[in-house]
């Protein structure tokens, strides 16, 4: 029976990100781990000091270990004099400071003038050139904030205090099923009306970047069945489905029917380009995001709403991407009453300023995103940008 499928109706990405991020999807689990294999995880617990750090009074510098009140009288005019063991003591940064002291002259300051003499010619305050215990994090204090993506300084502190292990989110479980027969793996030689299927290397390299594990389904056919089977399939095990291609309007584009047939539809048709019949839904309280089957538009639409969606996993809101002013080296011209994202190279000039080099070209040119740092956003009412002109780049991957 010939299934008759949903017409496109494209809304603007405001209002297609608004409705696709206002539902709570897959919620946080959370897994104990080593704190040595943390780096680049997000923690799901707030972290304390279980020890002071440091967690005895030490030397910051090299010098004599003495009592700040022996030295008041010194000055350059009446050198003091001190006796080794009774006045003070040497020391080298790190070295615990003897009880009986509480300061620190460094070495460039003494003048040794025998084996047990020494002679000074200022006077150091009480804790000078010393490391109090607990300066750096007190017994108790927290150390790392939960939400926190851990660094490997942040590594550092959390073991420095005595944190062997620490509660961490798990990454999300993320599919990504390459749908239409025309497909072939790239182990296998094209011939005339196949295409090397090479998204699914675009969504794990940067889904994974981005936090995520990725699961990549073989090559599923553009068939009703066969397509409804895998999403069921993947629902079971995963967090966040991810289907590429058959979102359009074509004979074999199937993705729009299954998931309203098992879930929701949300969006489908989202006013941009390269992209605009990328589809955005839920099954089973988990998103989905049918990305278009060209490669430009799959590189973008998981710029514009799969990143965004892991980010909120995380962080509970998306850390916005680095924008920069640059002049344009060519025109642009774009279609009015379409957003068009760009892609571009930025270079820096002699002066400091920023040129942007659009690379302009349909979405199916992998080369217009192999040396791409970003796009320029051309919004749905402008026609042209000059050359020379002032615009705003954003870069991929560059957060603040």
């Avoid at 047990?116 to 200022?122: A, L, P, S, Y």
């Avoid at 007190?138 to 939960?146: M, S």
């Avoid at 002049?327 to 009015?336: A, E, F, N, Q, Y």
């Avoid at 000039?349 to 080369?367: E, R, W």
Wanted: aromatic letters at 8%; proline letters at 6%.
């Amino acid at each position: 029976m010939r299934r008759v499928r949903a017409q496109l109706q494209a809304v603007s990405l405001e209002e297609a990100q608004r409705i696709f991020f206002a539902p709570e999807f897959f919620q946080a689990r959370e897994e104990e781990i080593k704190t040595r294999e943390a780096v680049g995880r997000v923690t799901s617990r707030p972290v304390c000091a279980q020890r002071d750090l440091p967690h005895y009074a030490s030397a910051a510098m090299d010098g004599i270990a003495v009592k700040a009140e022996r030295t008041r009288l010194a000055d350059p005019h009446h050198p003091l004099r001190l006796k080794r063991g009774r006045d003070c003591e040497y020391v080298d940064t790190g070295d615990p400071i003897p009880d009986t002291y509480d300061a620190v002259i460094k070495i460039e300051d003494v003048h040794e003038l025998d084996a047990d003499t020494i002679e000074i010619t200022r006077p150091v305050p009480v804790g000078k050139h010393i490391r109090a215990v607990g300066e750096d994090f007190a017994q108790g204090a927290q150390v790392i904030p939960k939400d926190f993506l851990l660094t490997p300084e942040a590594v550092a502190a959390l073991l420095g205090t005595g944190n062997l292990t620490v509660w961490v989110k798990c990454r999300p479980r993320a599919i990504f099923i390459p749908t239409g027969s025309e497909l072939i793996p790239p182990e296998k030689k094209p011939s005339r009306g196949q295409i090397v299927e090479t998204n699914s290397q675009i969504v794990r390299g940067y889904v994974e970047r981005w936090g995520a594990s990725v699961t990549i389904h073989p090559i599923v056919l553009n068939d009703f069945i066969y397509v409804r089977r895998a999403v069921q399939e993947a629902c079971a095990e995963h967090d966040l489905i991810l289907l590429g291609a058959g979102t359009s309007k074509g004979r074999g584009d199937w993705v729009s029917e299954v998931v309203r047939g098992l879930g929701e539809v949300l969006v489908h048709g989202v006013a941009y380009h390269p992209g605009h019949p990328v589809l955005l839904g839920v099954i089973e309280r988990k998103p989905v995001v049918g990305l278009p089957g060209y490669p430009v538009a799959t590189w973008l639409a998981l710029h514009l709403f799969v990143w965004p969606l892991v980010e909120r996993y995380y962080f509970g809101r998306a850390r916005e991407l680095i924008k920069i002013q640059a002049k344009l080296t060519k025109p642009i011209r774009s279609v009015r009453g379409f957003r068009e994202f760009v892609r571009a190279r930025l270079e820096r000039a002699a002066d400091g300023s920023y040129l942007v080099h659009p690379l302009q070209g349909g979405a199916s040119k992998l080369s217009t995103i192999v040396g791409a740092d970003g796009w320029i956003e051309v919004p749905e009412d402008v026609e042209h940008y000059e050359h020379g002109a002032l615009v705003e780049a954003t870069l991929v991957d560059a957060v603040v």
